[in-house]
């Protein structure tokens, strides 16, 4: 139990808390933090550099943002762009729905931020994890139910006022426009009637915008997965919301503690179907990214390279031990890696595997 005037140490790595720690705990804890802070160093002097393998193979690593406030670490991490904006943070801080001009403002903030490389603005993906409190998006099962594209294509009107604010805020710079958990072509086509509307609108009005504003989808839903070439033959890009879609593969809610052992971006399953999503996508010649928690793990990073992912999304602050990870890594090897792990069947052998690469490549900083 913790009381007034206690000393208290927080190991933020190890999700750990010390009350009251000994000198000697202080001291290692000490020791610890020195050499963490070399092995950054060592990262950090390379943030500058081409994310580019050994064997001349490169990979774009971009930045997640949730606003204008987060691209000043993405542009000191030298992201090259962001792979993934998450509006919904605009309308969680609005309590509601944000008229047009905040969200253009919020919109242009980043795209300004960002200069000449490329903003990937992914509409509203309210539900499941995320709320904003009305009955609009109440739902007994948030995580499979009327949730993202679903909302919006529901919501006409709220939606149509996003795509109007992302598309006057592309007359400032390099944007695209992302869907979430598009689970058929059907909806990938009804989402793409609304922004032609909403492109006569603006044209009507005399509003700027990007005519030739590229348009992609995510791919976190099983079914997505299965039509790949369908989804690669209409759209621009596509990008892979590994958190979502390893949950919806394995059936298990991440947040339910009582099965969230059971989420394994590591089970063959995932790691089958993730190869066959970047398989697909590159047999269409359609740029394909990777995003979620696994594209920030250098565990993953090298085994996503070798799978042939054209970029990786993440958060900025894990950029610059994944760009070292990658430039000190061949891409035959990582091909080679791939071919190894999709032959075995234990999820625990595939993590062995995988950190012992990351530690072929890291040596002493692993």
Known sequence: RIVSGDHILVDGHEGVIVINPSEDRLYRYGKLAFERQKRDDTFNSFIAEPAVTLDGASI??????EGAQEMDQANAMHAEGVGLFRTEGIFLRHHGYPPESVQYDAYRAVVEAAGEEPVIIRTLDVGGDKTIGDDKVK????FMGFRAIRFCLGNEAIFKTQLRAILRASAHGNVKIMY???????ELRMANQLLSSTKQELRESGEAFDENIQVGAMVEVPSAAVIIDLLAAETDFLSIGTNDLIQYLIAVDRLNDQVA????????????????????ANDAKTPISVCGEIAGDPIYAGLLLGMGADSLSLTSSLLPEVKY??????KSDAQELVAEVMQLSDSNKI????????REALGDLA
């Open 139 to 142: 739902d007994d099962n948030s």
């Open 180 to 186: 979430p958990m598009i689970s058929g072509i059907s």
């Open 351 to 358: 993590i062995q595997r995988l950190e012992a690469f990351r």
């Open 325 to 330: 990870f990658i430039r000190h890594i061949k």
């Open 261 to 280: 052992h059971l989420y394994d971006p590591a089970h063959p399953a995932v790691l089958r179907t993730l190869k066959a999503i970047i398989d697909g």
């Open 60 to 65: 774009s690593l971009m930045a997640n943002v």
